[in-house]
């Protein structure tokens, strides 16, 4: 079962609507491909936004493309910034999250929800679940062997064929496990 895989570190983004798109950048704008990521058809964009809370705000980078709903990933460092207490969920899961303010270069969007701290996951093939005996949606622990090895508890697998085989932590978690540069995960029991 012995299979490394890369550990990412996905700092703050935000994703975006059309509808917000359109809000923020003015009426035919469209998200600009600054860098492909390791999920095919995702990438960063050259467009940046500022997220506003209660207490305080943070540029952010749009992931493209767009989605069905607003959301927002923040680490806890990032929350306390804005003087939010997000929870951890997995992307896509924005019921009952906090809401902030989206501001643009041609307007602003306040969304009700949206925001949340991402559950640690592995994005996998059904052909890499299959090789690591693993299934969709099951929760494992993963290995890092860095200058300050760390085992994550609580770290979903997620299988479908449009995925690549990554570990996606956030930054707070990459600084705890000194996870700098090209690292490597193993599941481990």
Known sequence: MAK?????????????????????FGEGATLTNKKDL??????????????????GSIKMSILGPT??????????TDARALG????????????????????GPCGEVEISEGVMVAKRHIHMT???????GVADKQIVKVALNTAR???FDDVVVRVSP????????DTDECNAACAFGTVYGEIVK
């Open 4 to 24: 490394n895989f890369i550990v990412e570190t996905s700092a703050r983004h935000a994703h975006i609507t059309d509808a917000t798109l359109k809000i923020l």
């Open 126 to 132: 059904p052909e890499d679940a299959a090789e690591l």
């Open 67 to 76: 989605r069905p709903a607003d959301q927002v990933e923040v680490s806890f």
């Open 162 to 169: 449009k995925f690549a085989l990554a570990m996606h932590i």
């Open 149 to 151: 090895p760390l085992v």
């Open 38 to 55: 390791s999920q095919p058809g995702q990438y960063a964009c050259e467009e940046k936004i500022e997220v506003v809370g209660p207490k």
């Open 84 to 103: 939010l207490t997000p929870p951890v969920r997995e992307s896509g899961d924005v019921a009952g999250t906090p809401g902030v303010k989206l501001v």
